[in-house]
């Protein structure tokens, strides 16, 4: 069964870090695309970032320079560390995967989603 599981969300405050992590399970990561999307509070789902079948990422610009994509195929596993967080980061994020390519873009469509992580940025 295809799955993608998102984990590490919290709360944390204001200049923290976390790290999320989408486990797959039931197709080879290695031959997808991968990108983070995140929901802020009342806000339509907005990408965030994402890294090609080939290790090139792409950053919204609010977010670069604080979080970086990662992939590890043997482990069938994405990552996104975020730093330096701010109560703007708050929201669900989700990850998805879609068909590979060389380049990726944050307004792809993706065709398998996970069902997210809460992150809360707080005082």
């Known amino acids: 069964q295809l799955q993608l599981v998102e984990s590490g969300g919290g709360l944390v405050q204001p200049g923290g870090s976390l790290r999320l992590s989408c486990v797959t399970s039931?197709?080879?990561?290695?031959?997808?695309?991968v990108q983070w999307f995140h929901q802020a509070p009342g806000k339509e789902r907005e990408g965030v970032s994402c890294?090609?079948?080939?290790?090139?990422?792409e950053y919204v610009e609010s977010v670069k320079g604080r979080f970086t994509i990662s992939r590890d195929d043997a482990k069938n596993t994405a990552y996104l560390q975020m730093n330096n967080l701010t109560p703007e980061d708050t929201g669900v994020y989700y990850c998805?995967?879609?068909?590979?390519?060389?380049?990726?873009?944050?307004?792809?469509?993706?065709?398998?989603w996970g069902q997210g992580t809460q992150v809360t940025i707080s005082s």
């Open positions: 998805a995967a879609g068909p590979q390519s060389r380049f990726c873009y944050l307004d792809s469509v993706y065709d398998y």
């Open positions: 039931g197709f080879d990561l290695e031959h997808h695309n």
């Open positions: 890294i090609s079948q080939a290790g090139l990422a």
